[in-house]
């Protein structure tokens, strides 16, 4: 949505809010209430679900006056996979579901990256949680070292889809360097390439934390790739990247006159 003065009606169409396409997911490491307004001042229209990571809800301050803002911008939140682990390896998923009513949240991360969980168990989950939430499943380790092949990839995300997951994140963690990453950063393009070929890329999530991996993913899905992790900070510049008003993409989406001619 860029600002109509600057006349520039070329750049790349990007959907309103509320959209199921383009989706950028904001991670909230612990924002006081004053922060989120002020990133909502700036960012709302760019942001379409806010995780508040791992079990950092835990532990914040204000937490329902924070809730009580993203509520007043009509900004979905969901609390980080990390919690939902912490309720399940205790046998507490009740209990879960009734805070996540209680917090009146809308949307569940639905995870296994640091517990053991079997697929079907946690298939179970998914059912359980999608008839009063919208789901976020996860798929992939926050181990480094673990590698999942690619046809396990596709077999996963197919299964978390069928059995009710809004939409599949694939793991990357906040440091950009694993799941589809390597412990360097750089993407697993081999693993990338078998599952778009089986999975439309519009019901995934690809954590890109990194510029350099958002810049990958719009090169290669185009302005509305679904983008997840991305910095309070970092919502506006990856708003520049989607439409190609930043160098890394500036002539991505722009053809000079007479090409293909």
């Given at each position: 949505?860029?600002?109509?003065?600057?006349?520039?009606?070329?750049?790349?169409?990007?959907?309103?809010?509320?959209?199921?396409?383009?989706?950028?997911l904001v991670l909230d490491k612990g924002l006081s209430v004053r922060e989120v307004e002020d990133m909502l001042e700036k960012n709302a229209g760019y942001v379409d679900v806010?995780?508040?990571?791992?079990?950092?809800?835990?532990?914040?301050?204000?937490?329902?006056?924070?809730?009580r803002a993203y509520r007043a911008a009509q900004m979905p939140v969901c609390f980080g996979g990390t919690l939902f682990e912490a309720f399940c390896m205790r046998g507490r998923l009740d209990?879960?579901?009734?805070?996540?009513?209680?917090?009146?949240?809308?949307?569940?991360?639905?995870?296994?990256?640091?517990?053991?969980?079997?697929?079907?168990?946690?298939?179970g989950y998914i059912r359980y949680f999608s008839k009063d939430f919208r789901v976020l499943s996860e798929v992939g380790s926050k181990d480094k070292a673990s590698i999942l092949s690619p046809d396990t990839w596709v077999r996963m995300i197919r299964d978390e889809l069928e059995a009710g997951s809004w939409k599949v994140?694939?793991?990357?963690?906040?440091?950009?360097?694993?799941?589809?990453?390597?412990?360097?950063?750089?993407?697993?393009?081999?693993?990338?390439?078998e599952i778009v070929q089986h999975i439309d890329p519009g019901q995934l999530v690809f954590e890109a934390p990194r510029k350099?991996?958002?810049?990958?993913?719009?090169?290669?899905?185009?302005?509305?790739?679904?983008?997840?992790?991305?910095?309070?900070?970092?919502?506006?510049?990856?708003?520049t990247l989607r439409i190609g008003l930043r160098g890394d993409t500036l002539l991505s989406f722009f053809e000079t006159p007479g090409q293909g001619a």
């Open positions: 949505m860029p600002h109509d003065r600057f006349g520039l009606d070329d750049l790349p169409d990007r959907p309103a809010r509320p959209r199921t396409s383009g989706l950028t806010v995780k508040l990571g791992w079990g950092t809800a835990v532990v914040t301050p204000c937490l329902e006056e924070k809730l209990d879960y579901h009734a805070l996540l009513h209680s917090f009146q949240i809308e949307c569940v991360e639905i995870s296994d990256g640091a517990i053991t969980l079997p697929h079907e168990e946690k298939l994140i694939c793991e990357a963690r906040e440091s950009g360097t694993a799941g589809v990453f390597d412990a360097s950063g750089q993407i697993r393009s081999g693993i990338m390439d350099p991996q958002q810049v990958w993913f719009i090169r290669k899905f185009g302005p509305n790739v679904n983008l997840g992790n991305i910095p309070p900070d970092e919502v506006i510049p990856l708003e």
